[in-house]
């Protein structure tokens, strides 16, 4: 089945204890993307790669590490969690292929509590 | 920032009522794309309408864009008790033929009520 795999689902830590969220996809994406979702700012994009060793910061980068070493995995990395992160983080990933008409593909989300 | 954004923050009907939903966003994009998200969940991806369509439909929706205005409208037609969620318009940028990088807006929470 053709998907994007985060782990953990639910996180609770301590600040300034380091952390990874992982992301993986099977569908051989080139784009993969981090998002975090906090109640009545949307989806706010936080890193992205077009492929593999290549990441950009989105528009929320600060306080998060990324790298892209293969194409399937793509995480995000905590290196001092503050209670401001607490969020609901997605992956996404998507086909960079052109005429490409299937959207992003999302996991199931990662809800991290930072106390 | 680049974000969308959707308008109505909140919407609620009636089952078998029309929904609209609508988008504004700032700069030149390459295409629009729209999905949803039951609460919590991951979101799904609903259409994509290219920067050079003006209309597309699949199923019960309507997508709609105007370019010269920065907009789009998502029409839900003869809604069910199962449309209930948020739905969330997302503007995509890069090279031509690719869906590129895409920016979310803050969404629209849609409530149908049987």
């Known amino acids: 089945e053709a998907q994007v795999t985060q782990n953990p689902r639910y996180l609770i830590t301590v600040t300034g204890k380091k952390l990874t969220v992982t992301c993986s996809q099977n569908?051989?994406?080139?784009?993969m993307s981090w998002y975090r979702q906090d109640p009545g700012l949307g989806l706010r994009q936080i890193y992205y790669?077009?492929?593999?060793?290549?990441?950009d910061k989105g528009d929320v980068p600060e306080g998060y590490k990324v790298s892209r070493k293969e194409k399937r995995n793509f995480p995000l990395i905590l290196e001092s969690p503050s209670p401001n992160q607490t969020s609901l983080y997605f992956c996404?990933?998507?086909?960079?292929?052109?005429?490409?008409?299937?959207?992003?593909?999302f996991g199931s989300g990662t809800r991290l509590t930072v106390v | 920032s680049q974000q969308g954004e959707e308008d109505p923050q909140a919407l609620s009907i009636q089952e078998g009522e029309n929904a609209t939903m609508n988008c504004s966003y700032k700069t030149s994009i390459n295409n629009l794309q729209w999905y949803r998200q039951n609460s919590g969940r991951g979101l799904v991806h609903l259409i994509l309408i290219r920067s050079n369509e003006r209309e597309k439909h699949s199923g019960r929706l309507r997508v709609t864009l105007d370019t010269s205005k920065k907009s789009s409208s998502l029409l839900i037609t003869a809604s069910r008790a199962a449309d209930t969620a948020s739905y969330f318009c997302?503007?995509?940028?890069?090279?031509?033929?690719?869906?590129?990088?895409?920016?979310f807006g803050k969404g629209t929470k849609l409530s149908v009520k049987p």
């Open positions: 996404a990933s998507s086909s960079a292929g052109k005429g490409g008409a299937s959207g992003y593909t």
């Open positions: 997302a503007t995509g940028y890069g090279f031509e033929g690719s869906q590129g990088n895409l920016i």
């Open positions: 569908m051989n994406h080139e784009y």
């Open positions: 790669s077009m492929n593999v060793e290549v990441t």
